[in-house]
Protein backbone atom coordinates (compact mmCIF):
# COMPACT_ATOMS: atom_id res chain seq x y z
CA UNK A 1 0.00 0.00 0.00
CA UNK A 2 2.57 2.43 1.28
CA UNK A 3 4.13 1.72 -2.62
CA UNK A 4 1.18 2.53 -4.50
CA UNK A 5 0.70 5.71 -2.37
CA UNK A 6 4.71 6.93 -3.04
CA UNK A 7 4.22 5.58 -7.24
CA UNK A 8 0.65 7.48 -7.05
CA UNK A 9 2.64 10.26 -5.44
CA UNK A 10 5.33 10.46 -8.01
CA UNK A 11 3.47 9.89 -11.15
CA UNK A 12 1.04 13.64 -9.74
CA UNK A 13 4.66 14.98 -9.35
CA UNK A 14 6.13 14.45 -12.59
CA UNK A 15 3.20 14.89 -14.53
CA UNK A 16 2.06 18.53 -13.18
CA UNK A 17 3.04 21.41 -13.53
CA UNK A 18 3.32 23.78 -11.81
CA UNK A 19 3.36 23.06 -8.72
CA UNK A 20 1.04 25.47 -6.43
CA UNK A 21 3.00 28.39 -4.16
CA UNK A 22 3.30 28.51 -0.72
CA UNK A 23 3.35 31.83 -0.53
CA UNK A 24 0.34 34.19 -2.02
CA UNK A 25 1.57 35.82 -4.71
CA UNK A 26 5.08 33.85 -5.55
CA UNK A 27 4.86 31.79 -8.65
CA UNK A 28 6.93 28.69 -7.51
CA UNK A 29 10.12 27.78 -9.29
CA UNK A 30 9.47 24.12 -9.61
CA UNK A 31 8.19 23.40 -12.75
CA UNK A 32 8.50 19.83 -13.61
CA UNK A 33 10.28 18.44 -17.07
CA UNK A 34 11.15 15.51 -18.28
CA UNK A 35 14.81 16.25 -16.73
CA UNK A 36 14.01 16.71 -13.06
CA UNK A 37 12.75 13.26 -12.28
CA UNK A 38 15.89 11.47 -11.58
CA UNK A 39 14.28 7.99 -9.91
CA UNK A 40 14.42 9.23 -6.44
CA UNK A 41 10.53 10.53 -5.41
CA UNK A 42 11.94 11.43 -2.28
CA UNK A 43 14.38 13.94 -3.98
CA UNK A 44 11.70 15.09 -6.15
CA UNK A 45 9.09 16.08 -3.02
CA UNK A 46 12.09 17.47 -1.23
CA UNK A 47 12.62 19.70 -4.54
CA UNK A 48 8.81 20.28 -4.51
CA UNK A 49 8.93 21.52 -0.66
CA UNK A 50 12.14 23.82 -1.16
CA UNK A 51 10.25 25.24 -4.30
CA UNK A 52 13.77 24.55 -6.07
CA UNK A 53 14.02 22.15 -9.64
CA UNK A 54 15.73 19.11 -8.69
CA UNK A 55 19.24 20.26 -9.95
CA UNK A 56 18.89 23.34 -7.33
CA UNK A 57 17.78 20.62 -4.79
CA UNK A 58 20.69 18.30 -5.51
CA UNK A 59 23.03 21.41 -5.90
CA UNK A 60 22.45 23.40 -2.48
CA UNK A 61 21.91 25.94 -5.23
CA UNK A 62 19.92 28.97 -6.02
CA UNK A 63 19.76 29.95 -10.14
CA UNK A 64 16.00 31.17 -10.33
CA UNK A 65 14.41 33.77 -8.13
CA UNK A 66 10.68 34.94 -7.96
CA UNK A 67 9.82 37.57 -9.89
CA UNK A 68 13.39 38.62 -11.52
CA UNK A 69 14.62 38.19 -14.84
CA UNK A 70 16.35 34.87 -14.79
CA UNK A 71 18.46 35.73 -17.66
CA UNK A 72 19.91 38.50 -14.89
CA UNK A 73 20.39 36.31 -12.30
CA UNK A 74 23.23 35.18 -10.71
CA UNK A 75 23.46 31.52 -9.83
CA UNK A 76 25.05 30.77 -6.49
CA UNK A 77 25.80 27.56 -5.16
CA UNK A 78 27.01 26.63 -1.68
CA UNK A 79 29.55 23.53 -0.58
CA UNK A 80 30.33 22.42 2.87
CA UNK A 81 32.56 24.08 4.87
CA UNK A 82 32.47 27.25 6.89
CA UNK A 83 34.48 29.57 9.10
CA UNK A 84 32.52 29.63 12.25
CA UNK A 85 33.46 32.00 14.77
CA UNK A 86 37.51 31.84 12.98
CA UNK A 87 37.30 28.76 13.45
CA UNK A 88 37.29 26.33 10.08
CA UNK A 89 34.11 23.53 10.19
CA UNK A 90 34.62 21.12 7.74
CA UNK A 91 31.18 19.46 8.08
CA UNK A 92 29.11 22.18 8.18
CA UNK A 93 26.41 23.10 5.47
CA UNK A 94 24.43 26.40 4.94
CA UNK A 95 21.40 25.69 3.39
CA UNK A 96 20.88 28.07 0.56
CA UNK A 97 16.57 28.46 0.10
CA UNK A 98 14.77 30.64 -2.43
CA UNK A 99 13.74 34.00 -0.29
CA UNK A 100 10.54 34.73 0.23
CA UNK A 101 9.33 37.32 -2.29
CA UNK A 102 8.60 39.84 0.70
CA UNK A 103 12.34 40.05 0.67
CA UNK A 104 13.02 39.87 -2.76
CA UNK A 105 10.65 43.04 -3.02
CA UNK A 106 12.33 44.51 -0.52
CA UNK A 107 15.71 43.93 -1.92
CA UNK A 108 14.54 45.81 -5.60
CA UNK A 109 13.70 48.93 -3.68
CA UNK A 110 16.52 49.03 -1.68
CA UNK A 111 18.99 48.19 -4.73
CA UNK A 112 17.66 51.08 -6.32
CA UNK A 113 20.56 53.63 -6.99
CA UNK A 114 23.30 51.50 -4.95
CA UNK A 115 23.58 49.27 -8.54
CA UNK A 116 22.06 45.94 -10.27
CA UNK A 117 20.61 43.33 -7.75
CA UNK A 118 22.46 39.89 -8.62
CA UNK A 119 20.21 37.38 -6.72
CA UNK A 120 18.18 37.16 -3.04
CA UNK A 121 19.22 34.44 -1.37
CA UNK A 122 17.82 32.41 1.90
CA UNK A 123 20.96 31.18 3.90
CA UNK A 124 20.34 28.69 6.76
CA UNK A 125 22.77 26.09 8.96
CA UNK A 126 21.63 24.47 12.51
CA UNK A 127 24.96 25.19 14.18
CA UNK A 128 24.91 28.24 16.66
CA UNK A 129 27.71 30.95 15.88
CA UNK A 130 28.34 34.80 16.36
CA UNK A 131 30.35 34.73 12.76
CA UNK A 132 30.20 32.69 9.92
CA UNK A 133 32.39 33.20 6.96
CA UNK A 134 30.59 31.47 3.96
CA UNK A 135 31.93 31.07 0.64
CA UNK A 136 29.35 30.91 -2.47
CA UNK A 137 30.05 29.66 -5.47
CA UNK A 138 29.14 32.48 -8.35
CA UNK A 139 30.05 30.86 -11.48
CA UNK A 140 31.20 33.92 -14.28
CA UNK A 141 32.09 36.53 -11.15
CA UNK A 142 35.54 38.04 -11.59
CA UNK A 143 37.99 39.44 -8.84
CA UNK A 144 37.41 43.12 -8.78
CA UNK A 145 34.07 43.09 -9.31
CA UNK A 146 32.35 45.60 -7.52
CA UNK A 147 29.65 43.28 -5.52
CA UNK A 148 28.49 43.88 -2.28
CA UNK A 149 26.13 41.83 0.12
CA UNK A 150 24.00 42.61 2.72
CA UNK A 151 21.95 41.01 5.48
CA UNK A 152 18.30 41.62 5.93
CA UNK A 153 17.11 43.59 9.00
CA UNK A 154 14.00 44.27 7.89
CA UNK A 155 11.20 45.52 5.17
CA UNK A 156 13.61 49.12 4.81
CA UNK A 157 16.80 48.02 6.74
CA UNK A 158 19.59 45.87 4.89
CA UNK A 159 23.00 46.24 6.30
CA UNK A 160 26.26 45.41 4.01
CA UNK A 161 28.04 42.94 5.50
CA UNK A 162 32.10 42.05 4.63
CA UNK A 163 32.40 40.67 1.57
CA UNK A 164 35.18 39.18 -0.66
CA UNK A 165 35.31 38.69 -4.78
CA UNK A 166 37.48 36.40 -6.65
CA UNK A 167 37.30 34.54 -9.39
CA UNK A 168 33.73 32.19 -9.35
CA UNK A 169 33.26 32.72 -5.63
CA UNK A 170 31.58 35.27 -3.81
CA UNK A 171 32.58 35.00 0.52
CA UNK A 172 30.46 36.67 2.87
CA UNK A 173 30.39 37.29 6.53
CA UNK A 174 27.36 36.63 8.24
CA UNK A 175 25.98 37.38 11.98
CA UNK A 176 22.74 35.50 11.74
CA UNK A 177 20.67 32.97 8.96
CA UNK A 178 18.52 34.92 6.85
CA UNK A 179 18.57 36.85 3.78
CA UNK A 180 21.03 38.12 1.71
CA UNK A 181 21.45 40.58 -1.08
CA UNK A 182 23.69 40.53 -4.16
CA UNK A 183 24.39 44.01 -5.30
CA UNK A 184 26.97 44.81 -7.74
CA UNK A 185 27.69 48.45 -8.38
CA UNK A 186 27.66 50.07 -11.55
Sequence with gaps: MKKTIILTLAGAVIFSTPVMAK?????????LEDDSYIGIPEETILAIEED???????????????????AMVQDLAVGQGAVLDG??????????????????????????????LLT???VHTHAGYGTAKVTFYAPGV??????????????????????????????VEITSNGHLAFIEAK
Aim: net charge negative; glycine share 8%; hydrophobic share 45%.
Design 23 to 31: EAGAPVAVY
Design 52 to 70: KIIGEHMNNAVIDIWDMDG
Design 87 to 116: EYASGITFDLMKPNLKSVYAAKAFSQGKGS
Design 120 to 122: VVD
Design 142 to 171: KAGQAITVYEYLDDTNWAAVPTEVSDDHVV
